[in-house]
């Protein structure tokens, strides 16, 4: 993937592409909104990174511009300022996905990849498939190896949103956000429970394990 | 340095007073003239009525015997003193018929009825010495008689010209006076005003200056001066109160971000100094990043539990069923409960309404059903319910039988970085309630902490924490 950097500050910046590079990724860099736009108009990214608060032109504006030009690669904005109020009015410009800072690096690699799935048209899918795994939105029917597993509503959508996102690494945050629609971190380890409960029903009668344990970010549902 | 008039010349009041002290000798003056117009005009109208009485007087002997009896008649009148009136005869040629005590007055025009007024020599007239320069005021009819003979009777005014020039006087100087006491009134009013504006500003200007203790004085008889100064004192009282709190959460945040700081670096210290494995040294980083992912834990909910408490975060309040935070907090949580080995059931009444923030009150009701969870020791109980209680508030409670919290310590757990004795060997930031609490507020709510549903006699008495929130009331009365 191809990722442009729009931040201010250099070593967060470093921090980043370093972080993506590792990662398979090629990541530019743009020190400020005005020549972020510049080179988010130059070139074809397939997710532009961009930091809120910024010199010359701030990101919101940035992101409102590159909209006003009928550019809708995925924006994922990252600020200091985290209230609900900041969310909505970030997504509000433009932006597609909200990560607060600090962040580690594990939530803003997840964020990146899921943000750049996105960009693949996912609304006329009826079914999902990952393995000999099959879930047909549809019917609300979930099939392993030729037997259905019958999921609770919220299991259903936990595992719709991890189907959706198979292959790349999803955050507790992420699930809790997009899954539950809370926006506070809870202090348990509840996201971990519902997924011991999910892989309970989907991978331990069967062979092969699908829903893994990424350590130190989250869960990955991977064939 | 420029010139600046006194305060109390600037104030709103003094303007506001001259303006008035005009207006009301204006009105004085307009008031007062018309008196004098009426006066002046009823004194004249009496000496023209006796100058027509006595002019009949005169043409009644002239129909008795012409010319001669009116030169008899007035030659009688003058020598028996004639008084205040005046007799003037000329014939064509303006001789003068020698019944006459006064000259034909000069450059006089009579008006359309033949009145004249004039000024002559009251001196010649009675051959009386008077005071000044003997001039004196008259008013007078002439009348044209046959034989080309003209005839002026006339009568001295000077006493009523004197009294109306003295009127005029008496009213310029009323007016002018008017003017004065209302200037002088609204100097007096306007500095009274000013004074008591200027001990607000006195206690203002030493807020600005940092002292917040200093408060407007007050006379407490409700008027808008005082008004100000309650107001003034309260807003006071809050940015004192805010600072306070600010100066004590400093301390807090300062005191609980000091000790896990002191622990990581203590922790990276001792893995640069060690000889040890890369595992060991990995462990040590690991751990670094589990720390500071707990000290961003916890200065995030400082930074919800200011903004929430300051009232700066407005939240997104709604009319929702508050059913449906409830039931989506039981399903989060039964897992949890089951996994630690407790029982967790929920009871939650639907078809309620209430004003909420969907996303407040689940982390006000996540934070209590954690703790519990964190509590109550395996084998308890955890209950999560709603409903409407009797005083018609919507409550939910969070009822567990771990140990409880002692009547005493309740109202201090609600506080910021409280931790009660009992819990400090377990994690968590002393900022669960505190938050809860301020989630509470925002909505216009009440935190209650109670006994819960254990046996004190065994694990202890349990806890029943809940938040009442008013109930909406129904759609159709919005």
């Not at chain 1, 201010?8 to 090629?26: C, F, N, P, Q, T």
């Not at chain 2, 009232?311 to 949580?333: H, K, N, Q, T």
């Not at chain 2, 109550?376 to 409670?397: D, F, H, M, V």
């Amino acid at each position: 993937m191809r990722i442009l950097i729009v931040e201010d500050d250099r070593e967060a910046a470093s921090y980043i592409r370093k972080g993506l590079r590792e990662s398979g990724h090629v990541a530019d860099h743009a020190g400020d909104g005005e020549e972020g736009l510049e080179m988010a108009r130059a070139a074809e990214y397939d997710v532009l990174v961009v930091d809120r608060m910024m010199p010359r032109m701030d990101g919101l504006s940035m992101i409102e511009a590159l909209r006003g030009d009928e550019d809708r690669t995925p924006v994922l904005i990252l600020s200091a300022l985290g209230e609900v109020d900041n969310r909505v009015e970030g997504l509000k410009a433009g932006g597609d996905d909200y990560l607060v800072k600090p962040y580690a690096f594990a939530e803003l690699l997840a964020r990146v990849e899921a943000l750049a799935r996105r960009r693949d048209p996912e609304a006329v899918r009826t079914k999902l498939v990952v393995g000999d795994l099959e879930m047909d939105l549809l019917a609300r029917t979930v099939i392993r190896e030729a037997e259905e597993i019958l999921l609770q509503p919220r299991e259903f959508r936990l595992l719709e949103f991890l189907m959706k996102h198979s292959g790349q690494v999803v955050t507790r945050t992420m699930l809790l956000e997009k899954v539950w629609d809370y926006h506070f971190d809870p202090q348990t380890n509840v996201i971990d429970v519902h997924i011991s409960r999910l892989r309970s029903k989907i991978d331990r009668p069967f062979d092969r394990a699908l829903l893994h344990t990424v350590r130190g970010a989250g869960y990955r549902l991977q064939a | 340095m420029k010139y600046r008039p006194p305060a109390f010349l600037r104030t709103t009041a003094f303007r506001q007073t001259l303006l008035s002290a005009g207006l009301f000798a204006f009105s004085s003056f307009v008031i007062l003239g018309f008196v004098y117009a009426a006066s002046a005009g009823m004194m004249l109208r009496r000496a023209d009525t006796v100058i027509t009485e006595e002019l009949n007087t005169v043409m009644e002997q002239f129909d008795a015997g012409g010319i001669s009896s009116i030169h008899t008649y007035m030659l009688e009148r003058i020598a028996g003193g004639a008084g205040d009136y005046l007799y003037v005869m000329v014939d064509r040629s303006g001789r003068d018929s020698g019944s006459s005590n006064l000259s034909w007055p000069r450059d006089v025009v009579p008006d359309s009825d033949g009145r004249v007024q004039f000024s002559y020599n009251r001196q010649a007239v009675t051959g009386v010495a008077v005071s000044d320069k003997g001039q004196s005021e008259a008013r007078a009819r002439i009348l044209l008689l046959p034989g080309g003979y003209r005839l002026l009777i006339g009568l001295d005014v000077d006493e009523e010209i004197n009294l109306l020039e003295r009127m005029t006087t008496t009213i310029l100087a009323a007016s002018a006076l008017a003017l004065a006491l209302g200037v002088a009134g609204g100097i007096f009013v306007s500095r009274r005003f000013a004074r008591r504006l200027d001990d607000i500003n006195v206690v203002a200007r030493s807020v600005k200056a940092g002292d917040l203790k200093q408060r407007a004085p007050r006379n407490f008889t409700g008027d808008e001066l005082d008004e100000l100064a309650e107001n003034f004192n309260g807003m006071l009282d809050r940015v004192e109160a805010l600072m306070h709190r600010m100066r004590h959460a400093g301390d807090s945040i300062a005191h609980d971000l000091r000790t896990p700081l002191t622990r990581m670096r203590n922790r990276l210290d001792q893995a640069l100094l060690d000889e040890g494995s890369l595992e060991s040294r990995e462990a040590a980083l690991e751990q670094a990043v589990s720390d500071t992912d707990e000290l961003l834990s916890v200065f995030n909910s400082i930074l919800s539990l200011s903004r929430l408490e300051s009232g700066e975060s407005r939240a997104s309040i709604v009319r929702m069923d508050p059913a449906l935070i409830a039931v989506d907090l039981a399903e989060l949580y039964e897992p949890v409960c089951e996994d630690e080995n407790l029982e967790f059931s929920s009871e939650i009444q639907g078809g309620m309404q209430i004003y909420a923030d969907r996303g407040l009150i689940s982390q006000a009701l996540s934070n209590l059903l954690e703790n519990s969870v964190k509590y109550t020791p395996a084998g308890g109980k955890i209950c999560l319910r709603l409903r409407q209680n009797s005083t018609g508030w919507i409550e939910y409670s969070v009822t567990d039988n771990g140990p409880g919290i002692p009547p005493d310590d309740r109202e201090r757990a609600l506080q910021r970085f409280v931790r009660l004795d009992s819990s400090r060997s377990l994690p968590g930031t002393g900022l669960g309630l505190s938050l809860v609490k301020a989630i509470v507020d925002v909505h216009n709510g009440q935190i209650d902490l109670a006994d819960g549903s254990g046996i004190p006699e065994e694990g202890g008495p349990g806890l029943r924490a809940s938040l009442c929130l008013p109930a909406a009331p129904d759609a159709d009365n919005d």
